[in-house]
């Protein structure tokens, strides 16, 4: 995994999480969804690149 695509991928994540949970506490359903939605992202691009380093030669 290049240290680029990971290190943006756990960003998202904690991004993600950050704005997730601070949704919730103040009750802001949008910024909840946005959230999860970001962190959802950042699962993704990991994945990706976790089967991109496990097809390499």
Known sequence: MTAN?????????AKGKVKKVL???????RMAAEGRAEKST??????KEKVRDALKP
């Open 23 to 29: 949704g919730n506490a103040v009750g802001n359903d």
């Open 5 to 13: 695509e990971k290190a943006r991928a756990k960003t998202e994540q």
């Open 42 to 47: 950042g699962d993704l691009r990991e994945a």
